[in-house]
């Protein structure tokens, strides 16, 4: 079988304590979603982090395309075509929409003006608020901004650490239609989700962590058709 577009292949580490992650696998394919799930501290967010290089492995790899980006900092991997979004302050709250998009081309030294009608296709609101500061903006439409910034790096795969967190249920809910468009795209999504079920209903494939180890790993489907699953893990 061939390997997936990006694994984080049985990592083991954490922030230079004790490790968090404990032969941990993660894995997304092209165009595909992938979900981490799992309850708190399983190690969701730090199974992310080290697959985007915000923290080094004592042991395993990370391959993009084929390539070992294991050794390769969180800004080369940008460069590779991976972009994170971070859970919390994930948006220049002082500058206009507008602004925090240019922002993310950075890298960019081409016309960006393409990808910013792209991301306004996808965000319709911010268009519309495009002028005005992010950080006046309700928390679904931060997300929006922070998710549309990434986009702007023209990424193969786009990592989402809890992007619905805070939300209602209604914004929950366009939020990950918007994600699913975004795969469309052939970009892959790999997202940590404490909305477990909800998030389990569009991935393609899900990764339960316990104590940073897998504990299950199948479709999104399966794992939602999983006795044991629904009832440790999902309320029944």
């Known amino acids: 079988m061939a390997e997936p577009f990006l694994i984080g292949d049985r990592m083991t580490g954490g922030y230079g304590g004790a490790d968090i992650l404990h032969g941990c696998t993660v894995a997304v394919d092209k165009g595909e979603i992938a979900v981490i799930v799992g309850p708190n501290g ?27 980006i294991t050794r390769l900092t969180p800004q080369a991997r940008v460069a590779k075509g991976m972009a994170f979004v971070p859970q919390t302050s994930n948006i220049f709250t002082s500058m206009s929409v507008e602004e925090n998009l240019e922002m993310g081309a950075f890298l960019r030294r081409d016309d960006i003006s393409g990808t910013i009608e792209e991301v306004y296709h996808l965000f319709p609101i911010l268009k519309e608020k495009r002028r005005q500061a992010a950080g006046e903006l309700s928390g679904g439409q931060r997300q929006q901004v922070a998710v549309g910034r990434a986009l702007m790096t023209r990424p193969t795969v786009l990592m989402l650490d809890e992007p619905t967190a805070g939300v209602s249920p209604i914004v929950m809910d366009e939020l990950f239609d918007r994600i699913i468009e975004v795969a469309r795209t052939g970009i892959s999504i790999l ?46």
């Open 42 to 68: 399983a190690g969701k967010s730090t199974a992310m982090k080290a697959v985007f290089g915000m923290l080094d492995i004592q042991s395993g790899a990370v391959r993009l395309n084929g390539e070992d």
């Open 191 to 236: 997202m940590v989700e404490q909305n477990a079920r909800q998030a389990l209903e569009i991935a393609d494939k899900g990764y339960v962590l316990v104590q940073g180890r897998n504990a299950y790993t199948d479709t999104g489907r399966a794992l939602l058709a999983d006795a044991e699953v629904r009832r440790t893990f999902l309320g029944g």
